[in-house]
């Protein structure tokens, strides 16, 4: 079954830093990948995707993650954080095809500090 | 219009009470889906409903009964729950497309607290 690991529960970032969120995965095809943000209060929202093609994919909000293969990871990176970006980020991975549900990895709290 | 809406916001229920939460979407998407979150943890997913029938079902204790009148929406419906069932509930929707991904967009949540 297809799982990801996310390894670190807790992250503390200065704003303005660069910021490197770990994922994982355990699967033996290449799987689609996700990372999915929440903020406080508000609802999950998808910050990029990986189906194949390009190893770096851009996502929204300045984020991107590359695909390593030979690691089996896809981690997420951002060159400068923000405030705002101080979030729960869920690494994603499915499967594919019709109506099927996400099962999320264990996340990964962003603290930032001014 | 991307937006999947959820009602109410907050709810507050004894373990008698019966109650609904509803998600609404006009995304013109086929596939519904309801997901639970403790706090602290991450979404776990407990319906799926595609072309407005069941089509998953995580072995969710039958306290929780979703409904799909159409395909705009969606309904859980609860009764006799238990303190432990309080938790955020999302409903998601997707498009239904058998040979690729369909991003789901999640709702913002009806935050559930169970006396």
């Known amino acids: 079954a297809q799982s990801v690991t996310q390894p670190d529960i807790h992250i503390t970032v200065s704003e303005g830093a660069s910021l490197e969120l770990r994922c994982n995965y355990s699967?033996?095809?290449?799987?689609?990948l996700f990372w999915y943000v929440q903020s406080p209060g508000q609802g999950l929202q998808l910050l990029l995707k990986y189906f194949s093609g390009d190893t770096l994919v851009q996502g929204i909000k300045g984020f991107e993650a590359e695909f390593k293969r030979s690691q089996s990871s896809f981690n997420l990176r951002k060159p400068s954080v923000h405030w705002s970006d101080a979030a729960e980020y869920f690494c994603?991975?499915?499967?594919?095809?019709?109506?099927?549900?996400?099962?999320f990895g264990k996340g990964t709290h962003l603290i930032i500090q001014p | 219009d991307t937006e999947v809406t959820q009602t109410p916001k907050h709810l507050v229920m004894g373990m008698t009470n019966k109650k609904s939460l509803k998600c609404e979407q006009h995304?013109?998407?086929?596939?519904m889906y309801w997901y639970k979150q403790k706090a602290k943890k991450p979404p776990e997913l407990m319906f799926v409903y595609s072309y407005e029938k069941l089509s998953i079902n995580e072995s969710v204790p039958s306290r929780f009964s979703p409904e799909c009148p159409n395909s705009s929406l969606l309904n859980l419906h609860l009764h006799a729950l238990q303190p432990e069932d309080s938790a955020l509930y999302l409903c998601?929707?997707?498009?239904?497309?058998?040979?690729?991904?369909?991003?789901?967009?999640f709702g913002p949540g009806t935050r559930l607290t169970v006396l």
């Open positions: 998601a929707s997707s498009q239904v497309d058998l040979v690729s991904y369909n991003e789901q967009f």
């Open positions: 994603v991975p499915y499967s594919g095809g019709g109506a099927d549900g996400l099962t």
């Open positions: 995304m013109g998407h086929r596939a």
């Open positions: 699967y033996g095809a290449t799987p689609y």
